[in-house]
């Protein structure tokens, strides 16, 4: 009986399946660490919107209340974004004459809210580009955060400072858990959860008011993997 031989080319392309074996596990350790990392993918990501929005004019020089806009952060999970007729209360569009309306702010014709108006006309909302993105298995509540007395500053930044917005934190497993293990430092009272640039009065016992705060609140925050994996 004649003994089967493998063809030659069968040596080079064992060589090849090595580095490609070798070469694919190198790019899964990256996809799966390093590059997929908060810290590498996520801190600094800031789309391009379809209207150039400048939370530095609107929240920062103009003091709008992140409330105006996202006006169900109190009593809802989610921070709603402003649908388009939110927008149209300041920047009403052009008359039929052509002429902006006499209530209108200054700018309402400018070309860069086209889109908004657009949005008005038809009835069809603005694709606008979510920044902050949790997966889909974890659980965020805005209410309970704010009403708790956790600024958006603690994990959004100084959004009254950005021309565009950027993530400015990790919003990791490990970022959350930290605080909610010492969440001291980032509470302060209810009234000032939107006013991004609140600082402690002269004298202010951060600690003291913490522990205070945590009573008459009931404030107790939990690490349980179940809390946010539901």
């Known amino acids: 009986m004649k003994r089967f031989l493998f063809p030659r080319w069968i040596n080079p392309f064992l060589g090849v399946l090595g580095l490609a074996a070798v070469g694919g ?11 997929t990392d908060p810290k590498t993918l996520n801190v600094g990501y800031m789309p391009t919107q379809p209207v150039p929005f400048s939370h530095a004019l609107h ?47 200054v700018h309402t014709t400018s ?20 920044i902050h993105n949790l997966p889909e298995f974890v659980y965020f509540n805005h209410a309970a955060h704010v009403n708790s007395g956790v ?17 400015a934190e990790e919003l990791s497993m490990a970022w959350c858990i930290t605080c909610h293990r010492n969440p001291n430092e980032h509470l302060r009272p209810q009234e000032f959860v939107t006013k991004l640039d609140w600082t402690p009065p002269e004298g202010w016992d951060q600690e003291e008011f913490a522990k205070s705060h945590r009573e ?3 404030i107790h925050p939990q690490t349980h993997c179940a ?4």
């Open 25 to 35: 596990g190198v790019y899964a350790a990256a996809m799966g660490g390093l590059i």
């Open 59 to 105: 929240a920062g020089q103009l003091k709008m209340d992140c409330r105006y806009c996202h006006n169900t952060v109190f009593d809802a999970a989610h921070a709603a974004v402003p649908p388009t007729a939110t927008c149209v209360n300041c920047h009403s569009p052009a008359g039929e004459d052509g002429q902006p309306p006499a209530l209108g702010a």
């Open 111 to 130: 070309a860069k809210l086209q889109p908004i108006h657009e949005s008005w006309k038809t009835g069809r909302s603005m694709a606008w580009k979510r």
């Open 216 to 218: 008459k609140y009931n």
């Open 227 to 230: 809390v946010c994996h539901r």
């Open 151 to 167: 600024s958006c500053k603690s994990c959004h930044g100084r959004i009254d400072q950005m021309e565009v917005v950027y993530q």
